[in-house]
């Protein structure tokens, strides 16, 4: 009965979040329904002690991430940049190619390190220009951002910063270019699997007389009669960010140290902070402030008349979006306190397998909590060394439970109740019964894609 109450809870959210209705309501109440059908005695405790705390933790981490993410993109979409690229990359490359430049723009800047949820904030102007000029249904924006920015640079290419790609070295004493051919070739098979599944149904909705569309919300505000900047100055700001992003993760731990203590004249006690653990916030920051510098400097007489407006819109945008994620984590983190996903988690352990069992309790724990790091933290930290001897038993190397964890933890995630995929909708100004349809498409080629790099470990040895 337990298992049924947390399942009913994360059915109620994805319900919920489909239908259009706000995850920041439904997260506590789905949340809470299930500890009151557990313990009701525990509902007003959980939801301070455990909801509260678990998503002001999160606002208190990255709002500031959020905010300048997206004062970042309505710069680039104000300045007439994203209009200048897109014009310079359908010059170059013709209107056949836009999926593709956007997924490769979104790889670039992910790889490069830059935050998911940033990505989303820069590259949309940048779709919705080439996409409307293109005469391609909005609608295939989010899976077109989820594929570049959400799959095979988010935890397949060996070397990537994100954090999906880093938390398994912790639990099995590897490093972010742990099993790189497997990396890579579970990076490739998402990628052109993920292309031919929206060239698909581009194809589709042109066979049914489908274009952009007309009366769209989040329209880019770009002037029409704006004279459009060099393509290389309108891409410096992106490449900036990029390259900024990796020097600031280098500085940062160089100035500070593994941790530093802040004192300050009115202060009663010190402040003390892990820098190892917030090195790629403040990385990220630094850079985004940089990269907001550089367009406002080089396109200040353009964005002025439009600046207190668009900075307006952009805050409403990054408040939205922040809570709706926070609201998420804190469902994610009530879940994963119940007796049901223990029980759940415990039965996972059943599969012979030490890869298909990493995988599948992984990805479901992902799905259930609706955050891929959040499920990978979880069942790495409950399973880790149960994944470790049977590893050492049938001889796997580690460095494939690594990769194997990290491509699993971004399968299931991107199921409709998880954050950055409602943020992701929320800033392209499209809802679930519109958009979701194709993300859910390149989630199943997501979670594929683990099995396929399973598979192409046990019948070539590669690692």
């Keep these: 009965m337990s298992v049924i109450v947390a399942l009913a809870a994360l059915a109620l959210l994805m319900l919920a979040a489909y239908r259009g209705y706000s995850v920041i309501l439904f997260a506590p109440i789905a949340a809470l329904g299930a500890v009151l059908l557990t ?143 497997l990396g890579l070739i579970g990076a490739l098979f ?97 850079a ?31 408040l939205l979006a922040a809570m709706n994620t926070a609201s998420e984590y804190g469902f994610g983190a009530v879940i994963a306190a119940l007796p049901g996903f223990l029980v759940l988690a415990e039965a996972l352990k059943s599969i012979p397998n030490p890869l298909v069992n990493e995988a599948i309790t992984v990805t479901l724990l992902a799905g259930i909590t609706g955050s891929a790091s959040g499920g990978m933290s979880i069942a790495l930290a409950a399973m880790s060394n149960t994944f470790i001897a049977a590893a050492n038993a049938a001889q796997i190397p580690l460095e494939v439970l690594h990769r194997v964890a990290a491509m699993a933890s971004g399968g299931m995630d991107t199921l409709p109740h998880n954050g950055a995929v409602i943020t992701l909708l929320a800033v392209t100004g499209l809802t679930h019964r519109e958009a979701y349809k194709d993300i859910f498409g390149i989630t199943l080629i997501k979670t594929l894609a683990v099995f396929v790099v399973i598979g192409t470990f046990y019948a070539t040895g590669l690692v």
């Design 39 to 181: 313990d009701p005695g525990a509902v007003a405790p959980t939801f301070s002690g455990v909801f509260m705390e678990k998503m002001v933790g999160f606002i208190k981490l990255y709002f500031p991430v959020f905010l300048l993410g997206a004062v970042f993109g309505k710069l680039i979409e104000l300045s007439g940049f994203s209009r200048s690229i897109v014009s310079a990359a359908i010059r170059l490359l013709g209107t056949r190619q836009a999926m593709l430049v956007i997924v490769l723009v979104c790889a670039l800047l992910t790889y490069g390190g830059v935050s998911l949820f940033v990505v989303v904030f820069a590259v949309y102007p940048f779709a919705a220009e080439m996409f409307r000029q293109s005469d391609i249904p909005k609608r295939l924006i989010p899976a077109t951002i989820a594929l570049g920015a959400f799959s095979f640079t988010m935890d397949a290419l060996p070397g990537t910063p994100q954090i999906q790609n880093i938390i398994p070295s912790s639990f099995f004493g590897t490093n972010a270019w742990a099993a790189p051919w």
């Design 190 to 286: 998402v990628l052109a699997a993920g292309l031919l599944y929206l060239q698909r149904q581009l194809r589709k909705a042109r066979a049914a007389g489908e274009g952009y569309g007309s009366e769209l919300r989040n329209e880019p505000e770009t002037a029409e009669d704006l004279a459009l900047p060099n393509p290389w100055l309108a891409l410096s700001p992106l490449l900036l960010v990029g390259v900024a992003n990796l020097l600031f993760t280098r500085w940062i731990p160089a100035l500070y140290g593994k941790t530093h203590s802040l004192q300050l004249a009115g202060m009663a006690a010190p402040v003390q902070t892990d820098v190892t653990k917030i090195t790629a916030i403040w990385a990220v920051e630094a």
């Design 288 to 318: 985004l402030l940089l990269g907001i510098l550089l367009v406002l400097v080089s396109s200040f007489r353009i964005v002025r008349s439009k600046l207190a407006e668009g900075s307006k819109t952009a805050v409403g945008g990054s």
